[in-house]
């Protein structure tokens, strides 16, 4: 839960780098979450039609949190955060092993854990 909290904390740093278990967890907890609320919605019985309207406003809630850490997952591997927009290779790039040690986008965040 601590790996999700951290990429809240950050929401809009689009500097630096996320590790490989920051940026997995962040997604992972975000299934989780979409999951519990289309199942609330379907026990309510206020969902819509194949559209979980309250899944819909918590992916509006943290598209930026979303592009921030994918932005620093990609400096992790030492790509500019503009491969995002390339969708197997930044797949390729995000289930990578960083750059070990310093690079151009800042310090080790293994190093510093």
């Known amino acids: 839960m ?9 929401y809009s740093v689009f500097s630096g780098r996320a590790r ?18 289309g199942l609330f919605e ?11 309207v309250l899944g819909s406003i918590y992916q509006l809630a943290v598209l930026i949190p ?5 932005v620093r997952r ?5 790509h ?3 491969w995002l927009l390339v969708p197997i290779v930044n797949l390729i790039f ?3 092993d960083g750059t070990r040690g310093d ?3 800042g310090a080790d965040p293994k190093a510093n854990s």
């Open 42 to 52: 379907g026990i309510a019985g206020i969902a819509g039609s194949d559209q979980s």
């Open 74 to 78: 990609m400096h992790d591997t030492d």
């Open 80 to 82: 500019s955060g503009w």
């Open 103 to 105: 690079n151009r986008f």
């Open 94 to 96: 995000a289930v990578s």
């Open 2 to 10: 601590n790996w999700y909290l951290e990429v809240l904390r950050k």
């Open 20 to 37: 490989r278990k920051e940026y997995w967890m962040f997604y992972l907890f975000n299934i989780i979450i979409v999951g519990a609320l």
């Open 66 to 70: 979303s592009i921030a850490v994918g």
